[in-house]
């Protein structure tokens, strides 16, 4: 498993996908909601949730950039490029979950997390929700 309830913490949007929630609550993870407004992640907020974790080992940041699930918001190219910087500076992995992007339509002026990530902290699911709500229904 990529976390470990007892050492790790995984931060999410506030609000973020029942479907994501339903399947990690029973592992014991720890998750940190993360402020979001119509525009995704607020950078800022998310820079105070992890500097007061208490967490020291490894961190994992979930995140659906595309027509969110709840809020529909879609993260800017300025927020996704802030955030993943963050992420480098506290050494966190990304799971970008992003089922909407080839549907969105002004994806070819959308970078995702991926095509920022330079040293292999992105992981990339094109509908890892789907195949979660789809597992636990």
Known sequence: ????????ELFIENPTY???LAFLQPFGIKMTPVATDEFGIKPESF???LDKSTVTKRRVLYTIPVAQNPSG???SNDRREEIYNIAVEHDMI????????YVHPHRDSVKSFLS???DGRVLRFDSLSKLISSGIR
């Open 1 to 8: 498993m990529l976390l470990d309830p007892a050492k790790d």
């Open 18 to 20: 029942s479907g994501a």
């Open 47 to 49: 820079r105070a949730a």
């Open 73 to 75: 918001s879609t993260l």
């Open 94 to 101: 990304i799971m970008e979950d992003d089922p909407y992007f």
């Open 116 to 118: 920022l990530d330079t």
